[in-house]
């Protein structure tokens, strides 16, 4: 079956110019449009009825897509946006992609199909190079997660980097030397995940331990991203010949599972082992002893993402360009 891309290298134009013939766009050369026309009639493509509604159609819903809704950080963000839809009289849909590329680009089809104004990726799995394809049937805003390349779209997130930076001089200065790193990964491969937000964590917790000239041992680097991982961890901690003293978590969850499995094993937080969260979830500051761990601005990303998204229908323009929010370290007593 022909799709929009056959037409467009048939008709030597640009995908977006026959999306725009499709929906019958006043701004296209008149030479375009009939190759475009022509093109579609010797290729036999139908366009998909749903997608060729009037200019202006609005179906009021916004889909938004999450690898793991049981994450607490992914439920804040979301119930935040639905929030500010609400006051503007739209609906959400939620997508939980269980990280998987075939369940994010079935759910972006809601896009093409018309069958929701706009998405809002909270996370990703696929390349920019296989998504940014469906930015031509409607805006699609990012938030948290950024891949690389990505372009045309607006961005919220927070320095991830600094982040990272902030929390391992914490650490340095607390006079912690031996300091073991833990990477998110893919649930399905159990491998690092490939990710812009990944790397840039990891190259902040790497520029700063260099510059103190600490060592960076690859039997210290970890993966996970559940409590159940974190409680893994902290036995593969246990049986390192040298132990590192203190250890970085990609969540707020892996850090609880440290901390649950470190009381079993008799291991003093943090006389024996200091722990750093990410995220601040209601968590957080109820495990004993309270976590220190990077703020995620959950609130204000998810409003701002919704708002963003908000202004994007309402203009002919896709905004573009990144947001980044503050993302405090609050020190607690795990470290």
Request: aromatic share 6%.
């Amino acid at each position: 079956m022909p799709t929009i891309k056959d037409v467009a290298l048939h008709a030597g134009v640009s995908r977006s110019t026959v999306s725009r013939v499709m929906n019958n766009h006043p701004y296209v050369d008149e030479e375009k449009r009939r190759a475009v026309r022509v093109a579609m009639t010797e290729l036999g493509y139908i366009p998909n009825s749903s997608a060729q509604r009037l200019r202006g159609t609005e179906t009021r819903t916004i889909a938004v897509l999450v690898s793991r809704i049981v994450n607490p950080f992914f439920s804040a963000i979301v119930d935040a946006m639905d929030e500010i839809a609400a006051a503007h009289s739209y609906r959400l849909i939620l997508c939980n992609t269980r990280g998987s590329a075939s369940q994010e680009l079935h759910f972006l089809q809601l896009l093409r199909t018309k069958q929701v104004d706009g998405i809002i990726l909270a996370s990703i799995v696929n390349e920019w190079a296989i998504i940014s394809p469906f930015t031509e049937y409607g805006p699609i805003v990012l938030c948290n997660e950024y891949p690389s390349h990505a372009e045309g779209v607006a961005i919220i997130t927070i320095d991830q980097k600094q982040a990272m930076v902030d929390a391992t001089t914490h650490l340095i200065e607390k006079g912690y030397k031996r300091i073991a790193y833990c990477n998110v990964h893919d649930e399905r491969s159990q491998t690092l995940f490939d990710s812009a937000l990944a790397t840039d964590r990891y190259s902040g917790y790497v520029e700063t331990m260099k510059k103190a000239e600490l060592p960076i041992e690859s039997s210290w680097r970890f993966i996970g991203h559940s409590v159940e991982d974190g409680k893994r961890i902290l036995n593969e901690i246990m049986k390192c010949d040298d132990r590192p003293d203190a250890i970085l978590t990609g969540s707020d969850e892996i850090a609880s599972g440290l901390i649950a499995e470190a009381k079993k094993n008799n291991l003093r937080i943090p006389m024996d082992l200091a722990v750093v969260g990410f995220d601040n979830q209601p968590s957080a500051s109820l495990l004993e002893p309270q976590l220190t761990t990077v703020h995620q601005p959950t609130l204000e990303m998810g409003k701002a993402a919704m708002l963003q998204m908000l202004a994007d229908l309402k203009s002919d323009s896709r905004s573009n360009g990144t947001q980044l929010l503050d993302a405090p370290l609050l020190i607690r007593k795990s470290t």
